[in-house]
């Protein structure tokens, strides 16, 4: 339709048109709208019953700000919870009889809040204890293996630093012997599980962390060892021997200090 250079008449025909139709919408929504139901004063519209005088909006049923399928919209804002149901096939009707008294379980994911039967609970539980066990397993095999690798690098130190030092085998392990006995550097990784008191030389050594052995000595017994193997060292040096029996009078009386002092601590 164009107005540059048309007819008049035609421009008021088609006016015409457009109001007809316009009248004729207007005709069929009233029409539809008087068609709905009318019992008693109140109006149906679908199965919801209204009086004449009353709201139609209903008031919410929650505080403001809360959104039934979004959550609270303040602050946090968005917040989402999934509500599932699962089922197993249990619980059905044969014969318009319930055959199936079947519990349901509220199941809390990531994905948010399921209701699902108890078998199915206990079924997601037991792989859910499997699965920790694994990982558990896992873990603590990564520990030995870090443990084993750490004592490899311990012993590799050790036998660069103990090459003048006596070796002892103790129940199939290498140690150097340090500080006259009083430790036991391992030099071998220990096979197997190991104790942690060893018994060797008639004396009690505790394993420590990192392999080595340690005397269990008090304080004063430790003296008194480390004195007397002090003045043995050096008496040794100077040509004079613990047992020969040409030695002067001072120096059995030393001896006889150390050795009444090694024998009370017995």
Known sequence: MSTNGGDPTDLKAKYAEIAALKKSIEEKKAIRNASLNTKDGKKTIGTNYIN???????????????????????????????????FNGQGQYENNTETSDTKYVSSISKSGMSLVTSDIYKQDQSKLQQL????????LEAAKAR????LENIILKNRMSTDGCDRVKIDGDIFAVSNHGDKLIALSLPKGDRPKVVVWNGENY???SNGNLKRSVSLRRRYVLHLFAFLEYHLTIIGIQSSTVDISREQVSIFGIVQDLYSECY
Do not use: C, D, L, W
Request: charged share 30%.
């Open 52 to 86: 004449k005088g009353q709201n139609q909006y209903k008031p919410r049923p929650y505080s403001p700000g809360f959104n039934y399928y979004k959550g609270f919209t303040g602050n946090r804002g968005n917040y989402h919870r999934n509500m599932t149901v699962v």
């Open 132 to 139: 920790n066990e694994e990982i558990k397993n896992k873990k």
């Open 147 to 150: 443990r084993i690798k750490a």
């Open 206 to 208: 505790i394993r420590k």
